[in-house]
């Protein structure tokens, strides 16, 4: 999952707690604001009838009645409008018959739905009643008790909580759209990094990223500026040991073909003196016939050394030039069986300035594709292609396509030595080589840089 999902998701788990934190607190101030209606209408309807008792006491000049009850025009209108929507107040002791007067209770919300008349009755309780004395001197003069309509109660909060919750989401949904477009902005310049890392896995280490704002994605770009720094140079101090490397071998190669020439051969050469002179004096046939079969078999072991110390010299590609060296390459294949293969040798650009390292890995190239597509494959028919390109590019192609079919991952991981040793060669000159399937078959290409 994306980055910036995955925060917009987190962000929008915290809104909608957000929203649901701020849904309860308006649900319990919504339940608590009827308690203080009915505190209020308690405090005002009671110095209402403080006034009008202290009124008739005056007008009527009978100070020692046990109780003076308010006039009974204390019902009105006036009275009523001191009264908030949906609380009723009684006054204390009542008339017979007398009802609680109650504020406009209807219409002054939406019915609530049963789950959260039920949930609110269930978690904060009923509304409590509030008393007040009508006066603190007279204490026979009377009591307003003030009580809330349940179900207007019920009806006023659960509009509250509609009329705040409303305003709540519509704030939550701007905080998170502006806030998810700021967390993708901000997350933007992360592509650049992804696509230099894509880079540098391709081998382009050294690639520039652009400053960025923020510390964190600053730190993280610096950090992969030094990787590819430190991994670029890793790779030239890495293709310098493997180019000593390969120089070392070919030390060891012409020294090793050296002593076997010297020794081997000079001692296969007396061998063969010895039997052939022994076959010549020998007066008994059985005594004949095995130094002729010593003879044989020392050709033999000349031939198969003359063969290691073809190998093991310098490639013709050093001596004869790439062009010619192919030339003869591809020639002594033919010459081998006329069962093998066809082999087509396509030969594209000036390779006439091509020599020394280049040439010779070059010519490795060939040589080893050749035998494994000759000696491991069914073809029919390769083609070896070398391709001088100029220009910008400036680097030496060889390509061996062969139609004997074939997995070229399966060849790719199970390399042996001999493309091992080509590949590391053509790594150590700075270019690459490549398997991948072709029309009927693999392909093999290798990249040189004419540079190196």
């Given at each position: 999952m994306r980055l910036v999902l995955q925060l917009v998701a987190r962000l929008l788990v915290i809104v909608a707690l957000c929203l649901g934190a701020a849904t309860i607190w308006a649900t319990i101030d919504a339940y608590r604001s009827v308690d203080r209606a009915t505190e209020a209408s308690a405090d005002r309807v009671s110095q209402a009838l403080e006034a009008l008792y202290w009124r008739e006491l005056l007008l009527r000049s009978s100070r020692m009645r046990e109780q003076l009850l308010p006039a009974p025009d204390w019902r009105t209108i006036e009275t009523m409008g001191r009264i908030a929507p949906g609380i009723c107040v009684q006054f204390e002791p009542a008339r017979a018959f007398e009802q609680p007067l109650c504020g406009q209770s209807k219409g002054i919300g939406k019915t609530p739905p049963r789950w959260f008349a039920a949930a609110v009755h269930v978690t904060l309780g009923d509304h409590a009643t509030v008393e007040r004395p009508i006066s603190a001197r007279a204490a026979t003069a009377g009591t307003v008790r003030a009580t809330a309509d349940p179900d207007a109660a019920i009806a006023l909060a659960w509009q509250h909580i509609l009329d705040n919750i409303h305003v709540a989401l519509l704030m939550a949904l701007a905080i998170a759209l502006?806030?998810?477009?700021a967390i993708a902005h901000t997350l933007a310049p992360a592509r650049s990094i992804v696509t230099a890392l894509r880079r540098m896995a391709d081998g382009q280490y050294r690639t520039a990223l652009p400053r960025f704002r923020s510390m964190e994605l600053a730190m993280i770009g610096q950090a992969v500026s030094e990787l590819g720094d430190r991994l670029a140079q890793a790779q030239e101090e890495r293709a310098v040991l493997t180019r000593r490397l390969l120089e070392i071998r070919s030390d060891e190669r012409r020294a090793l073909a050296r002593e076997l020439h010297d020794e081997f051969g000079q001692n296969l050469t007396a061998i063969l003196a010895f039997a052939n002179s022994i076959e010549a004096t020998a007066g008994?046939?059985?005594?004949?016939?095995?130094?002729?079969?010593?003879?044989?078999?020392?050709?033999?072991?000349?031939?198969?050394?003359?063969?290691?110390l073809n190998r093991l010299r310098h490639p013709p590609a050093e001596e004869l030039g790439l062009e010619a060296s192919l030339v003869d390459l591809v020639d002594s294949w033919r010459s081998q069986a006329a069962t093998r293969p066809l082999i087509q040798l396509d030969l594209q650009g000036d390779l006439a300035g091509i020599s020394?390292?280049?040439?010779?890995?070059?010519?490795?190239?060939?040589?080893?594709?050749?035998?494994?597509?000759l000696r491991h494959g069914a073809a029919r028919e390769i083609v070896l292609r070398i391709e001088r390109r100029s220009g910008a590019e400036n680097a030496l192609l060889v390509r061996v396509e062969d139609d004997g079919g074939g997995d070229a991952a399966k060849v790719a991981q199970s390399a042996g030595f001999g493309l091992t040793g080509v590949s590391e060669r053509v790594a150590a000159l700075g270019g690459s080589l490549s398997i991948a399937p072709a029309r009927r078959g693999l392909s093999v290409a290798a990249t040189i840089p004419l540079a190196a």
């Open positions: 502006l806030a998810s477009l008994k046939v059985e005594t004949a016939q095995d130094a002729r079969m010593i003879s044989q078999a020392t050709r033999r072991i000349m031939a198969c050394l003359r063969d290691t020394g390292t280049v040439a010779a890995t070059a010519y490795r190239v060939a040589q080893e594709c050749l035998t494994n597509a």
